[in-house]
């Protein structure tokens, strides 16, 4: 017999909210049912303040529909639809707190800093640089962690060659993958490439939370988050729930990247996480066959833009064959040509992060209404 979308509402008819005790079925906040198979997955809508207190619905939620005979795996989002910048929110969490500010994200214990890699954009080489400054990080001897949050498009496992899916080590925790030396974890190896619709957008917010929270990380000096390219509502609510030590902004030398750039910038100082810096990508071409350099986007542009921005700049790596097709293949070139002058950049960008994470604390994030 199939699953319908009345036996899930039946089953979550057993949930109840903690304010009001009405059921979660009659609260009309549950959305998106998607069945496939004996794969449930759907969303609990919720004001962005309720996160916290909205955990343990989502959680009986899940076990309520995972008690259902036939339902082989279940997945529950809390979604807010709006990420909590409005002056409404604002006000509304001020009355609920006397110090105003809302509530620093937990730290993930056994992770000592996790910093974001962003792009104001797509397509900018913002996952190649996040995997091969995870790798240049453990070559300095850093115990390093790489978490791909990348849901409108997660390409860790192509960049370092992994395949299969993470096992379960208990309960809902799963093991993270292993290359190269690092814990990786990605919503690629969680979501089939058909399924993303409903996850994309806002459901990435809980995806992530998951991602961080139910993986056995283990010891970690740094994480890095390879975030989904964008300023909008998701990356902003994300850059806000994730308790970042810093963010590392990508871009490539043309006007209109460094334009999207500089709204990455203040997406994230809106939510008070330091700028670690920016890094120019695809920032100088060298001939493979004669070594000539040619500054094929007039290279240059980001670091003019970190002075504008009085943020640090972190380097510059050029765009060469040898990075695409590394990348491309699985073998990340800090891995893999670890001599290369290319890698060398990576590296050379990987000291400077390090030096910056040791001064780096997190203040309380704090909502700015501009
Ligand atoms: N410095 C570089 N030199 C040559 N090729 C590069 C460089 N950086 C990235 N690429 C290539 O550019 C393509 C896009 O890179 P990547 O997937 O890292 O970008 P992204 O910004 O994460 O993209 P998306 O926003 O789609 O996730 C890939 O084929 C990658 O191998």
Redesign the pocket.
């Known amino acids: 017999m199939s699953l319908s979308q009345a036996d899930i509402l039946r089953a979550l008819e057993l949930v109840k909210l903690p304010a009001s005790g009405q059921s979660l079925a009659a609260s009309g906040r549950v959305a998106d049912i998607l069945i496939d198979g004996g794969k449930v997955i759907f969303a609990i809508g919720i004001d962005a303040t309720e996160a916290h207190a909205m955990e343990p619905v989502r959680r009986a939620a899940e076990s309520a529909v995972g008690g259902l005979p036939g339902v082989t795996q279940v997945l529950v989002g809390l979604t807010a639809d709006k990420a909590p910048a409005s002056a409404g929110m604002q006000a509304r969490q001020q009355a609920h707190r006397p110090g105003g500010a809302p509530p620093k994200p937990a730290g993930v214990p056994g992770v000592r800093q996790i910093i974001a890699v962003a792009?104001g954009?797509?397509?900018?080489?913002?996952?190649?640089?996040?995997?091969n400054l995870a790798v240049a990080l453990a070559t300095l001897g850093l115990k390093v962690g790489v978490l791909d949050s990348?849901i409108?498009?997660p390409?860790m496992p192509k960049?370092f060659g992994i395949a299969g899916k993470p096992q379960i080590v208990s309960g809902r925790t799963l093991a993270p993958m292993e290359a190269y030396g690092l814990k990786v974890m990605s919503i690629g190896f969680l979501v089939d490439e058909e399924t993303p619709m409903i996850w994309r957008g806002p459901m990435v917010i809980s995806a992530i939370t998951q991602m961080l929270r139910e993986v056995a990380w283990g010891d970690l000096d740094v994480l890095v988050v390879?975030m989904?390219?964008g300023t909008g509502d998701a990356q902003l609510t994300m850059a806000q729930q994730v308790p970042l030590a810093g963010a590392v902004i990508?871009s490539t030398p043309q006007d209109l990247a460094l334009l999207d750039a500089r709204r990455g910038v203040a997406m994230f100082r809106k939510v008070a996480v330091p700028i670690l810096g920016l890094v120019e990508?695809?920032s100088y071409f060298i001939c493979p066959e004669c070594g000539h350099r040619s500054d094929i986007f007039a290279h240059g542009g980001a670091r003019h833009e970190a002075e504008r921005l009085g943020v640090p700049f972190l380097g510059e790596?050029?765009?060469?064959?040898p990075?695409?097709e590394t990348?491309?293949g699985g073998r990340p070139i800090v891995a893999s040509e670890p001599q290369s002058a290319?890698a060398k950049a990576y590296l050379a960008l990987a000291r400077q992060v390090q030096a910056s994470l040791g001064g780096a604390t997190r203040a309380a994030p704090r909502i700015v209404i501009e």
Do not use: E, Q
């Open positions: 792009s954009k797509g397509g900018v080489g913002k996952s190649t640089t996040a995997a990348d409108y498009g390409s960049i390879d989904p390219p990508v990508n695809m790596i050029p765009l060469a064959m990075i695409r990348s491309d290319h």
